[in-house]
């Protein structure tokens, strides 16, 4: 087993700009604090290379002893790279391009100036006094917001990444700063009385009450809501801080529940010397593959604690299998380092999966992210190169990290192609196909980062717009894993990106029905679906069949729904769909309690089978979009023909310019969110009548009802009919009302108790 642990913070790549696109730009300076090492011995993460069995017992596509050279395959030939040196004039022409490169970047880095800390030593270089506790103790209470969830995720980067944390998280960065201060400490558990836990919500969530638009007299609607509130109190009231030990007796150190440095309101302390067990959270990766034969084969496994993981991207690389026909060694990647998987034999695989498994003290979380699947589309082996990025990333994102993360990756790969046209020039031939595509995983193991941060930015930004508007509280409580997929066919380039594991949650601030949840959660999930469509247009300019797409060619086709909850499973008997997509359905029902919506039989997407479908949980609104596809699914591949060294050198250079101009318009581009919400909110209100629905959509939910009596799911899912469908989804059809009524200004929101507004606002929607 391959082992490395991983430092606090690892330098996360993103993007560079290109000679070949025009933009403004506003970039942030290099962090140049140096990262620490807090890795232990009990703190790591292992990334394992596992070996089968026998490697007879894997594929039968190749004899292991054989002498002839799979190189010889004719798809290689066409493939390869015209075995050609660089002339002088050649690379001095790159090399100036990147000499231009690197100026341009390090001269808008400078120009941003940006002085935001996001690492604990250069945070304690600002603040003032920060040799005694109490000034990081104030500090600490006026800029890092309190967030309820489970176990430690963020560790310290990423709750100053993120500015909010739990009591677990602020713990750790506390412990952090006042070390590196030169105090010692150690953690307590213990519990917060019911009025104090009460106090801590009420103070993180606010207070606001519904107004009608007519005279902005308040509306009172609250039922509901005590429920949700209930549950996060038992979370809150499980609680930890620190203890400063100094000449005389401990000091207190708890930051989200007591006013001042020195005292706590917890009790029943229990002090511990290191992180307690019974607050971590774990994180595990493994690369699976699939067998026509049943079998299975694990290629590669990343697991360890879920803060060593944050805000960090691992990427997923491709090296020829010498002994297989068609079979390649998986390289994963993480801070530089890489480990060797068992080889994939790609003739014999069915499918290729990352299983991810998140292990927090409350909830265990699984899910399977697909990078290849036999028949659907073009096999991304016959592709000259293939590339994978995954980014974890488990609390909220900010500028000033995309910023660092875009610095990093600027210096970072202009150094790789740097070396990669020295080597080019030292070589009297050139570089060999083996060696090219080495080069290339370096700079794309640069950028690995660049557009799942962009996302993860813009996506974040638009869920702050969302819960102001709606009157609710965002809670991050789960890791969220950004998969961008490349592909290079000649000196084009394909990208994908999905994401996975997330599931934001909210609570409505006081004073506001617990249907804004529903609302908020409903409209996240449409809204992350056109963003992810709206980054890959932008940045490949072609169009992005997303789930809303595939089901209106659905309704086109004349297609029908139908709608299938854990009681009515043998509607899938009903699905023309694949075994492999019918139990990914199935999971969802039975792990998750979802209801799922989806057509009968899949569209035909320019001769190729597509298949969408919408799984919500009508409780909380939380909804999900899912295709059958696997990530990068591309109909159609075209014939590639060699390309001299300077024009693949020159491709990715070009590569390099577009994602950096993913990231600018992350950090700086046009505020579209009424646009986004309001479309969002259109189709929630027509996927809000589609769910139980017969022959027609279910009628509209009125807001009126919905407020004076809100509605309460019928009976379980597990004991749902046919006939109690519709009345299990009035939660959802009102949450969906209520979102119209607010975006279209016939409710308002406002602070409890201020005065009657002179002016109306606007809607947002109409």
């Known amino acids: 087993m391959c082992v490395f642990p991983l430092k606090k913070m690892a330098p996360i790549l993103c993007v560079i700009t290109s000679l070949w696109i025009a933009f403004a730009f506003v970039a942030s300076p290099a962090f140049a604090s140096e990262v620490d090492d807090e890795s232990t011995s009990d703190d790591e993460v292992e990334a394992s290379a596992t070996t089968a069995d026998s490697e007879d017992e894997v594929s039968d596509s190749g004899d292991p002893d054989t002498d002839e050279d799979p190189s010889g395959d004719a798809d290689i030939d066409e493939q390869a790279t015209i075995p050609v040196s660089l002339s002088d004039s050649e690379r001095q022409q790159l090399s100036e391009l990147s000499r231009d490169l690197r100026r341009q970047t390090r001269s808008m880095a400078r120009a941003a100036g940006s002085k935001v800390p996001l690492e604990p030593d250069a945070l304690l270089r600002q603040i003032p006094g920060s040799s005694n506790p109490a000034n990081i103790f104030e500090w600490m209470q006026q800029n890092i917001g309190y967030e309820p969830y489970a176990g430690s995720l963020r560790g310290a980067s990423g709750t100053l990444v993120a500015q909010s944390a739990n009591a677990a998280d602020q713990a750790i960065l506390a412990n952090s700063l006042l070390e590196s201060a030169g105090h010692q400490t150690r953690f307590v558990t213990g519990r917060l009385h019911e009025q104090d836990a009460a106090r801590l919500l009420e103070r993180t969530l606010g207070a606001s009450e519904l107004r009608t638009s007519s005279d902005s007299s308040p509306i009172s609607s609250t039922q509901g809501a005590s429920l949700e509130y209930s549950s996060t109190m038992h979370l809150i009231s499980d609680h930890i801080w620190l203890e400063v030990i100094g000449d005389d007796q401990p000091r207190s150190f708890d930051p989200v529940a007591s006013p001042r440095y020195g005292m706590t309101v917890a009790t029943d302390a229990r002090q511990h010397a290191r992180f307690p067990e019974s607050h971590q959270t774990h994180f595990e990766m493994r690369l699976v593959s699939d067998l026509d034969d049943g079998q299975s084969i694990e290629h590669v496994i990343v697991e360890g604690p879920m803060s060593r993981v944050a805000f960090r991207a691992l990427t997923l690389s491709f090296e020829d299998d010498?002994?297989?026909?068609?079979?390649?060694?998986?390289?994963?990647t993480l801070d530089g380092e890489g480990v060797r998987g068992d080889p994939i034999p790609v003739a014999a695989v069915e499918t290729l999966e990352l299983r991810f498994r998140f292990r927090s003290p409350r909830h265990e979380n699984r899910w399977d992210q697909t990078l290849y699947r036999r028949g659907y589309g073009v096999d991304i082996f016959d592709f000259d190169h293939q590339h994978f990025a995954f980014a974890v990333?488990?609390?909220?994102?900010?500028?000033?990290k995309l910023r660092q993360v875009a610095d990093r990756a600027a210096e970072g790969a202009l150094q790789s192609?740097?070396?990669?046209?020295?080597?080019?020039?030292?070589?009297?031939?050139?570089?060999?196909?083996?060696?090219?595509?080495?080069?290339i995983n370096t700079a794309l193991d640069h950028l690995g980062a660049a557009l799942p941060f962009a996302f993860a930015r813009t996506l974040d930004r638009t869920t702050d717009q969302i819960s102001q508007k709606l009157g609710v509280y965002p809670i991050l409580g789960r890791p969220r894993v950004l998969t961008t997929g490349l592909l290079r066919q000649g000196e084009d380039f394909y990208v994908d990106l999905q994401v996975d594991g997330?599931?934001?949650?909210?609570?409505?601030?006081i004073g506001i029905p617990a249907l804004a949840t529903t609302a908020f959660t409903g409209i996240h999930g449409l809204i992350r679906d056109h963003l992810v469509s709206e980054l890959l247009e932008a940045y490949g300019d072609h169009e992005v069949r997303t789930v809303r797409r595939l089901f209106e060619e659905a309704a086109d086709q004349s297609i029908p729904f139908t709608t299938i909850n854990t009681q009515q499973r043998h509607r899938l008997d009903r699905l023309s769909i694949d075994a492999s997509t019918r139990q990914a359905i199935q999971r969802q029902m039975r792990r998750r309690n979802m209801t799922v919506l989806a057509p009968l039989r899949p569209v035909d997407d320019d001769g190729v089978e597509r298949y969408a479908w919408w799984a919500v949980n009508p409780h909380d609104g939380n909804l999900?979009?899912?295709?059958?596809?696997?990530?990068?699914?591309?109909?159609?591949?075209?014939?590639?023909?060699?390309?001299?060294?300077?024009?693949?050198l020159r491709a990715h250079l070009q590569l390099i310019g577009r994602h950096f101009s993913a990231a600018y318009q992350a950090t700086s581009g046009e505020d579209r969110f009424p646009e986004l919400v309001c479309t969002a909110s259109r189709q929630f209100q027509r996927l809000s009548r589609a769910y139980c629905a017969t022959s027609e959509r279910l009628p509209r939910a009125d807001i009126t009802t919905c407020l004076d009596s809100p509605p309460t799911p019928a009976g379980d899912l597990l004991s749902l009919r046919d006939a109690d469908c519709a009345d299990h989804f009035a939660p959802f059809r009102c949450a969906a009302a209520y979102s119209t009524a607010l975006l279209n200004g016939y409710i308002l929101i406002g602070p409890t108790g201020e005065p009657t507004p002179t002016e109306i606002p606007q809607p947002l929607c109409y």
């Open 417 to 439: 192609i740097d070396g990669w046209i020295a080597r080019e020039a030292e070589s009297e031939r050139g570089l060999d196909d083996e060696e090219r595509r080495r080069e």
């Open 624 to 648: 999900e979009g899912h295709t059958s596809d696997a990530i990068l699914a591309i109909g159609e591949l075209q014939e590639s023909a060699g390309l001299s060294t300077q024009s693949l």
């Open 502 to 509: 997330d599931r934001i949650e909210a609570l409505p601030h």
């Open 322 to 332: 010498p002994i297989r026909e068609r079979g390649h060694y998986p390289i994963l």
């Open 393 to 400: 990333v488990p609390g909220w994102t900010s500028e000033a």
